[in-house]
């Protein structure tokens, strides 16, 4: 599978604490996502904030599938073990 250019989303500490937004807008990724898995679609989406596109609210879903196949590695002590309270 090819991985399509995310040119949306950008990444800006000083608009909204850093937080992926689309087009650096003060509209983060995981407020369009959350949108879609509740059940918005897109023509809704789109009439509550007009300033967004198509293309904006088709990359979100992309970017969030991007960012969960990430994988984060424990720091662990000195026996390579996962220290835990």
Known sequence: MEWKRLDRITLD???MGGKPCIRGMRVTVDMIVGMIASGHDRPEIL???????????AQTPSHAAWRSAEVETAIGNRDNTAAID
Request: charged residues 20%; glycine residues 0%.
């Open 13 to 15: 500490p000083a608009i």
């Open 47 to 57: 009439a509550l904030y007009p300033y967004l596109e198509p293309e904006d609210i």
